[in-house]
C-alpha cells in the first residue's frame, strides 16, 4: 500500500488500518455477525462515527485491501513490458507476489481462519462475490485499455472471466492443500501450479486477440 507523505494522510490512513485490525480480529474470534460496529470502535479506540468516516459498510472492514488489490492489477498492464502480453503479465504478477510473501497470498493458521470467518456468514460471502464480479469488470477495462482496444471488449471480458476463475481456483485450492498438509510451502506451489495451468488454456482461448 502506497504510504502518504502528509502527515494528515498518514495520520488517516494509521486510524483506518487500527480499526480494520481490531475489526478482523473480533471477526475471527467471534464471528462476522456477532460483533457490532460499537464493539468495532471501542476496540480500536475511536467513535462510532470515526469507523463509518473510513468504513461504509462494516463488511468493508473485513475486506480491506479489495482497492488495493485492483490498483496491483491495474498497475500491473499499465507498466507491462510492450513485448510481453497482458495475460503472460498477469501470470509474472503471481509469481511475484507469491516470492514477496504478500499477505493475500499467504496460507498459513490465520488465513484459514480468515476463509473460515467468510464462509461462516452469508453477509460476507455475499460481499465476496460481489467484489469478483466488481473485480472481473476492474480486468476487462484494464485488459482493453493495456491493448488499444475500447472499454467492454467482449474478447476482454472473456479474458478477465477465464483469469478470474482460474486464479479464484487457484486459491481456493492452495488453501485445501494448506488445511490437509499445514505446509505453506506446497500450498503455493499449488497454486503457482494451477495459475500457469489455467493461464495455458487461457492463452488458447485468446488466441488471436492481442491479450494472449
Same mark, same amino acid.
Given at each position: 500500500?502506497?504510504?502518504?507523505?502528509?502527515?494528515?494522510?498518514?495520520?488517516?490512513?494509521?486510524?483506518?488500518?487500527?480499526?480494520?485490525?481490531?475489526?478482523?480480529?473480533?471477526?475471527?474470534?467471534?464471528?462476522?455477525?456477532?460483533?457490532?460496529?460499537?464493539?468495532?470502535?471501542?476496540?480500536?479506540?475511536?467513535?462510532? /462515527?470515526?469507523?463509518?468516516?473510513?468504513?461504509?459498510?462494516?463488511?468493508?472492514?473485513?475486506?480491506?485491501?479489495?482497492?488495493?488489490?485492483?490498483? /496491483?492489477?491495474?498497475?500491473?498492464?499499465?507498466?507491462?513490458?510492450?513485448?510481453?502480453?497482458?495475460?503472460?503479465?498477469?501470470?509474472?504478477?503471481?509469481?511475484?507476489?507469491?516470492?514477496?510473501?504478500?499477505?493475500?497470498?499467504?496460507?498459513?493458521?490465520?488465513?484459514?481462519?480468515? /476463509?473460515?470467518?467468510?464462509?461462516?456468514?452469508?453477509?460476507?460471502?455475499?460481499?465476496?462475490?460481489?467484489?469478483?464480479?466488481?473485480?472481473?469488470?476492474?480486468?476487462?477495462?484494464?485488459?482493453?485499455?493495456?491493448?488499444?482496444?475500447?472499454?467492454?471488449?467482449?474478447?476482454?471480458?472473456?479474458?478477465?472471466?477465464?483469469?478470474?476463475?482460474?486464479?479464484?481456483?487457484?486459491?481456493?485450492?492452495?488453501?485445501?492443500?494448506?488445511?490437509?498438509?499445514?505446509?505453506?510451502?506446497?500450498?503455493?506451489?499449488?497454486?503457482?501450479?494451477?495459475?500457469?495451468?489455467?493461464?495455458?488454456?487461457?492463452?488458447?482461448? /485468446?488466441?488471436?486477440?492481442?491479450?494472449?
Amino acid at each position: 500500500m502506497t504510504v502518504p507523505s502528509d502527515r494528515r494522510s498518514r495520520k488517516r490512513l494509521a486510524t483506518r488500518q487500527s480499526i480494520s485490525i481490531a475489526a478482523t480480529r473480533l471477526f475471527m474470534q467471534r464471528g462476522f455477525d456477532h460483533v457490532t460496529v460499537d464493539e468495532i470502535a471501542s476496540a480500536a479506540d475511536v467513535g462510532r /462515527m470515526t469507523v463509518f468516516n473510513h468504513f461504509p459498510r462494516k463488511e468493508d472492514m473485513f475486506f480491506d485491501r479489495e482497492e488495493e488489490g485492483r490498483e /496491483m492489477l491495474r498497475n500491473a498492464l499499465q507498466r507491462r513490458e510492450p513485448d510481453v502480453t497482458p495475460v503472460e503479465t498477469l501470470r509474472l504478477l503471481a509469481h511475484r507476489l507469491a516470492a514477496e510473501d504478500v499477505p493475500y497470498l499467504r496460507f498459513s493458521v490465520r488465513s484459514q481462519a480468515f /476463509m473460515a470467518t467468510i464462509e461462516g456468514s452469508e453477509t460476507l460471502k455475499a460481499r465476496a462475490r460481489a467484489i469478483r464480479d466488481e473485480l472481473a469488470q476492474t480486468i476487462s477495462l484494464a485488459l482493453s485499455e493495456s491493448a488499444g482496444r475500447e472499454p467492454a471488449d467482449r474478447d476482454a471480458d472473456l479474458a478477465a472471466g477465464l483469469l478470474l476463475a482460474t486464479w479464484t481456483t487457484a486459491f481456493v485450492q492452495a488453501h485445501r492443500s494448506f488445511q490437509l498438509k499445514q505446509d505453506a510451502r506446497e500450498a503455493t506451489a499449488v497454486f503457482l501450479g494451477l495459475v500457469d495451468q489455467g493461464t495455458l488454456g487461457l492463452k488458447a482461448a /485468446m488466441a488471436g486477440t492481442p491479450y494472449a
